[in-house]
Nanobody, 122 residues
Framework: QVQLVESGGGLVQPGGSLRLSCAAS????????MAWYRQAPGQERELVAE???????NYEDSVKGRFTISRDNAKNTVYLQMNSLKPEDTAVYYC????????????????WGQGTQVTVSS
């Protein structure tokens, strides 16, 4: 079994910062691409940022220059540093990881975290 546990969400004023963390645990042979998605009320879930196992990154246009995704492969953890937060960043943020659980199985599976609420409001 693989689990993704997120932390770091909360309430912050516009212009403030938060740092989200997502730790993967369980049966992990290789941890490949990781990403953060978000879903605002009444909206579809959207990709915020992604990072490959080699550290290549990609960002949704509205967060470029404000958010930074990073990972610590030794800790099986991905981070999302969010600066200059805006009310429109308010959403539930979900972690995603592409994991190969076993050396005996070449299949890569997609796992999701439970989500963490980020609210940007004065």
């Amino acid at each position: 079994q693989v689990q993704l546990v997120e932390s770091g969400g909360g309430l912050v004023q516009p212009g403030g910062s938060l740092r989200l963390s997502c730790a993967a645990s369980g049966s992990i042979f290789s941890l490949n691409a990781m990403a953060w998605y978000r879903q605002a009320p009444g909206q579809e879930r959207e990709l915020v940022a992604e990072i490959t196992s080699g550290g290549n990154t990609n960002y949704e246009d509205s967060v470029k220059g404000r958010f930074t995704i990073s990972r610590d492969n030794a800790k099986n953890t991905v981070y999302l540093q969010m600066n200059s937060l805006k009310p429109e960043d308010t959403a539930v943020y979900y972690c995603l990881a592409q994991i190969r659980p076993s050396s005996a199985d070449i299949t890569e599976y997609t796992y999701w975290g439970q989500g963490t609420q980020v609210t940007v409001s004065s």
